[in-house]
């Protein structure tokens, strides 16, 4: 059966019998925390669909906005349902939507553009300049349903498990930052192994790279990195990044690096250790400024930088849905935890400990 | 023991001690046919290397030397000894070779490029517009000796046996086919399942493509695509490509193909199989001009079209080694026979037959 | 006075004081010639604009629809309002559109994609599987009135004549062939000199080309070719482009061809001037299938080609904007007759006489 | 006449009568300043070409090596004769060397490469691992005569002033960075107007930039940056280089950035300035480590920033080539002095000024 073409029973029901209230994870006030809050079912306007949400992964953002960092504070408006990386059945389409029917299952890219400006009419939407992301600046899928527009959804791949198209979102950034340089055939380190290292690693392997080197300092995520089938792992709290890597590529150093940490050092070392006119792209988002040997570390030696934000809308998602579907992708090792979304503290203080991969949320009512 | 590195007996014998003549396949005369003649033994030039040949490789290209057909006679300047895909032991380092050791495994490029045209002072020398070939304009490698351009040899890799070592060169083509355009997380056919064709299926798969769809006429060539791993295999002589291709990626098209072929129609599948702004590699030689719909198969859908010869030098090398050594590229499948460089007769006679992939010969004197 | 930005008399007229029909010039039936009729003014549905139009050039492919040739019979539907290329004041705002104001100026892509198949998805809007094309599929711009999606439009630069801004359609199609590769410090031939060819020699001029070596047939093209600053024409009636091309580059051949005219020979001297590892960008529809000698002009050249249609959505634009804009780009030289809509018949008759650059008409009670 | 096919009566001077000693500018010793010594005349060696020099060009480089900077202290092994960018006549052809006559004037690359290593191997000699700059690591050309390898020089074109010919080299460093990403069509900023930041603006124009915005704060080095055509230029000790820019882009941002200073501020500025997913090469050497917002200037604006170092050999030659002879590129505003050799220390006085451009030197015994 594919998940992405039948009608379920819920699909089918008329949306004056759908429930007027729902509960969803909201970001309530300025401050530590969330809530718990029974809020108005949305409906899906002009252009639209409204998805009764099936799985949602909890993200380092949502880390963030719930311990209400620097970044939050200057962001986020409370009160706003959190929650942008999820999958769920459309239950109504809104005006003008005809590409999808009630029913089908859709991820969602979580970025929100607004089509008029240089980079969206350029093909470089990731990069809008007036780009609003679903549950940060507005309303997103921590929630029983969730209405999002009809271009931001992408039909899950029907061949592989729920809690994977839940997280289709981090997987994108993955991909993005991995496709964003040479990977067939190349050397590829990943600095970091956090959820979306971690899934780096399965797309920079199953896209070709022929070796893929992690570096972390939890013995828990080397431990993931092995499973997502690193060629080579580095604790680099007890080894030297760069003198494993020459030893481990006999002197060539490495074609890319994929930078997922934000950690000073690892953007360092990730660049000592590439060969000359290599690249290294950039997505862990440092928490400070901080300094560079440019000379020595870039233009000696010739490096390219990507910064990468977001996703390609939509090459990377058809990028990523070749892999799910044939490439042989399986990202499934990275998801550590399944478990209902009532309980959001745990899952937030799961992450917070590292001792979890991708942790993936279950509306209420749902079996995981 | 890594055979790249350790001297052999070979090697340590003196020149003086070297014999004076040695067995070679030799174009002998304009006609066709060819004769294994007892020729003097070369030594190595200044910038070059002797070599004691340990495996040939029998190329498409033999076949029409010895057939004698209209190419053959405008290019060959008989007597030349054949022979352009081969791997050596070095038994001589010419004048200023200073960056190999006498016992070293190296694979050769066959073209031997002026390095002062525009194209090879611009990173292009696989297009040297002065471009002479081994075994083809100067003496080759079906002998017991080959001496070679020091800048044309590749150390062998040292994991992989001796007889993928020995087609390295022809392998290349495979890769700089593949690799003129995107592999990660595509949708590529091969048409023509020849040696290279074989080898491109492996090589696209070791690369990252995510689905690859190669099409044939013979039943022992599509048994071979598929020991290749290919996704799926389409016998054109009894399916329509275009079709089949429509269905299997659910009307998606290919990302790209690989033309490996010359057959007229097997570039209008191609072309017409592939998804509107895709590419196609053109690696196989039509044996006469024929015509394109241009405005239905090339321009109405934004195709590329890439004309492929050689091997990019180095680059091609340096992927190829790094897809062998670490990328689990295995081309055994497509090397089903091996047999003494005596009997170069049968095995053109092979290649001719179309029941063979490569076919790799073993120099007097040694076992396969 | 920026005219982009002052809303006009006309602009001012409310909807009800619009008339009700208007003059338009109208393929009307199967069979050669167009018709003048009364038709009535069409409205801004939702997300599109109306436009008074102000110019609009008259192309290529109105003649094979006047002269009513196959491939107009197998894709026009009469009746239908021609004219694919145009500049118009908004004088109405369908539901929905907030990014312009009513008395803009705007010229209009005649693509109108679908925004759904993979090409849309993937940044290809221009190959889109399901295009219309205004003017061919659905109303076009000879008329006083035209109703476009308003994501069709682009603000007219301000600073450059009006008959200019009413042909940015094919110009972007000299841009989208001329930077399908790279230009900057180039060597660049333009095979074939109607309208396009003509542009492709200013943009390629103004977008940093070293050498622009120009072809045709007819000396009044030639002449318009030096105008628009070629540094080399020839008149392949009477010498022998390869020859020639060799001559004036100094044996170093051109780094890429622009292929406007559809000739057979065109293409075949274009690949063969080409220096090895060059492009060949095609644009000319060739009239019928033709052949080539693939080895000898691509493959052993190792050519890259391009199919080439419409213009990339939007980045063509924009790249065509800071050209004309900025980068001293002005193609006046190329338009060559300016004259009402009325004289459509005699437009169409200079079109085919060869004696015509671009023709640019006026609507009905504007002076040119 | 042109200047590279004619040999002079020097070359034709048979060896034998030429002198045994000659006048160079010699870092003599560990520590600040230079002397002018009489050396030996070396002479070709196998694969090197002698050249009498006929002008070279004082570079920044060579200022920290007269003040002896720290780099200068790690780098530098005196004696050494100084000099990297010059043109020469050959007067010896070493042995082996076939591609050139005597009596040709050809200008010189000074990255002496092993052409072993990886980066060497693929196309990337600019970044090899083994570099020798000449006159840094090997003698140089600040005196009557230098040996460099046959490889290294490229053929003077002939219709450019000897100056100009005698820069080339840093001329190099300006076209390699204003490559590295697209120019044509684009608006590029140049910050810093040293010589080579004018040779920068002058590139960018001729190689198509629409726009060209330089910034500097040196009233003179504007002024310069006028002269080589800028079409805008900001003096950033008065204004802000962001806000200047958004006013004269009317908001859209630079679609790239040459940052030719060093100076943390004008990256800082440089990215800012950007357009979202803009390009940014930085060749200008910082004098030391120094730190940068992450989020805010790369990666949330997805930019990609290139190291860039020497120039690509030859491919930058092969443009700048292009660009001299055919593309209207003049760098003569920039090149304010011309004097003697002898009077070194004026002309590294004159460069710390901040009061030159490009300084060039004329060897003993000749004219300006």
Redesign the interface.
């Known amino acids: 059966m594919n998940a992405s073409t039948t009608a379920t029973p819920e699909a089918r029901t008329p949306a004056s019998a759908r429930p007027r209230t729902m509960k969803a994870v909201v970001k309530g006030a300025a401050g530590p925390g969330v809530e718990i809050r029974e809020v108005p079912v949305p409906s899906a306007g002009?252009g639209q669909i409204l998805l009764k949400v099936l799985r949602a992964g909890v993200c380092g953002t949502d880390l963030h906005i719930y311990t209400w960092d620097p970044w939050s504070q200057g962001r986020i408006r409370p009160p706003v349902t959190m929650g942008h990386e999820f999958v769920g059945e459309i239950v109504e389409l809104g005006a003008?939507v005809a590409?999808f029917k009630l029913g089908e299952r859709v991820s969602c890219e979580s970025h929100v553009v607004c089509?008029?400006c240089?980079?969206c009419?350029?093909?470089?939407g990731?990069?809008?300049?007036n780009t609003k992301i679903l549950g940060v600046d507005v309303n997103g899928g921590f929630a029983e349903y969730v209405a999002v527009p009809a271009?931001n959804a992408w039909r899950a791949p029907g061949n592989i498990p729920i809690e994977v198209q839940g997280v289709m979102e981090p997987l994108g950034n993955a991909?993005h930052t991995a496709?964003s340089g040479e990977?067939?055939?190349?050397?590829i380190g990943v600095t970091g192994c956090g959820p979306i290292g971690l899934f780096a690693i399965g797309v920079a392997k199953?896209?070709?790279?022929?070796?893929v080197i992690a570096s972390d300092i939890a013995p828990y995520r080397l431990e993931l990195a092995r499973k997502m089938k690193a060629?080579a792992v580095i604790d680099v709290s007890k080894q030297n990044f760069v003198t494993r890597v020459d030893e481990i590529t006999e002197g060539?150093g490495l074609d890319g690096v994929l930078e997922m940490s934000g950690v000073p050092q690892a953007l360092r070392d990730g660049l000592a250790a590439l060969?000359?006119?290599g690249r290294l792209s950039?997505?862990g988002?440092?928490k400070e400024?901080?300094?560079?040997?440019?000379?020595k570390l870039?233009?000696?030696?010739?490096?390219?930088?990507?910064?990468?934000?977001g996703r390609?809308?939509?090459?990377t998602?058809?990028?990523?849905d070749?892999?799910l579907?044939?490439?042989?992708l399986d990202i499934r090792p990275a998801i550590t935890h399944v478990m209902p979304m009532e309980r959001i503290d745990e899952a937030i203080a799961l992450l917070k400990s590292g001792n979890a991969g991708k942790v993936v949320l279950v509306p209420w009512g749902q079996d995981a």
């Open positions: 002009p003008g590409e089509e008029h240089i980079a009419r350029t093909g470089n990731h990069v809008c300049e271009s991909v496709f990977l067939s055939g190349c050397r199953a896209a070709g790279a022929s070796q060629d060539r060969r000359n006119g950039l997505l988002l440092p400024p901080f300094d560079l040997d440019w000379n870039l233009i000696f030696k010739g490096i390219s930088l990507h910064g990468i934000i390609r809308m939509y090459q998602w058809y990028q990523m070749n892999l579907r044939f490439g042989g």
